[in-house]
């Protein structure tokens, strides 16, 4: 502790300057401020400190995470997820997702991503790598050129994010999947490539179409066999009935998959209970082939075409989240 100030020379003090930021009203006076020892006057625990300014705010965050349907964006992590999952999507179509979700409901014209995101120095042929890329982020997010719900191309001029997008902080956000919210029910379910679980479901519909259409060839033996097993031509009515009812069905659904049309999970969930329905009717169709296959293959095969209508919800569900 220091009691006061010793003259050196007889004339020197010691000064203290103090370095803090000061601030305007005390810049004012001079830009630093000396404090002699003996302006203390007493001890150096007494001792007042000169006005300075208050401590510069640390900037707000930016926000770092874009929600937009299931889906979210991490900026700072280079991640796109579903429901918490991340999702496979490569470093440039993600910058150029990014780009799209800054500038959502606005054009982005197809000069703004080749300056953004192209160097001048790269040596790529521009147009096919941006609709590469944008294919790859419709791949991702299950989006359709003809029917978008986020990225929508405009002809000659360049693409617009369509969907609602939402901005948080990455210190405030939290993942979907460690969210108490009630999750949607694709959280349940892997990620298969969409181009996969499109072509499952369009074999699927072409197995029934390929039933229908074998089984209305051959009414004939329909009609034999619903004679010899009923007495009456009920097997016979039935079959008709619902081959004339699928088949516009199974079409339906076989050309909405094929040119990936976007509410397809929604149109499917609304016919789902009468496809159902249908398809339990045509797994028991083995058995009518009972003396030509046997007991056993016939039961098999029911059991298979009892899980198929299940199976092909699950697809939509996987190819057109909602």
Request: net charge positive; charged share 20%.
């Amino acid at each position: 502790m220091y009691s006061g100030a010793r003259a050196r020379s007889g004339c020197e003090q010691h000064h203290f300057v103090t370095n803090l930021p000061t601030s305007p009203e005390c810049a004012s006076s001079g830009s630093r401020r000396a404090v002699t020892a003996s302006s203390l006057g007493g001890s150096f625990r007494d001792a007042k400190l000169p006005c300075v300014s208050a401590p510069v705010p640390l900037p707000k965050a930016s926000p770092a995470i874009a929600r937009f349907g299931v889906f979210e964006a991490d900026l700072e992590a280079r991640e796109l997820r579903k429901q918490g999952r991340r999702l496979r999507l490569q470093d440039q179509p993600f910058s150029v997702l990014v780009f799209l979700l800054q500038r959502a409901r606005n054009v982005v014209t197809r000069e703004e991503l080749r300056e953004k995101l192209w160097p001048a120095d790269t040596f790529v042929d521009f147009d096919h790598s941006l609709n590469t890329a944008v294919n790859k982020i419709r791949e991702v997010l299950g989006d359709s050129a003809s029917s978008p719900r986020f990225i929508e191309t405009l002809a000659r001029r360049g693409y617009r994010f369509v969907g609602e997008v939402q901005w948080e902080t990455s210190r405030l956000a939290k993942p979907a999947a460690a969210s108490s919210e009630p999750q949607h029910f694709e959280a349940d379910l892997p990620a298969p490539h969409r181009g996969l679980t499109r072509s499952l479901f369009g074999l699927i519909q072409l197995m029934y179409l390929v039933f229908y259409l074998e089984a209305l060839f051959h009414l004939q033996a329909v009609q034999s066999i619903s004679e010899q097993d009923t007495r009456t031509p009920a097997i016979l009515i039935v079959v008709l009935v619902t081959a004339a009812a699928g088949i516009p069905v199974r079409l339906y659904l076989l050309s909405a998959v094929g040119f990936d049309y976007a509410r397809l999970g929604e149109k499917f969930s609304k016919i789902f209970v009468a496809l159902l329905a249908l398809d339990e009717l045509w797994a028991i169709a083995p058995f009518l082939l009972i003396e030509r296959i046997g007991f056993g293959a016939a039961l098999a095969a029911t059991a298979a075409l009892l899980y198929v209508p299940f199976a092909e919800h699950t697809l939509v569900r996987m190819a057109y989240p909602r």
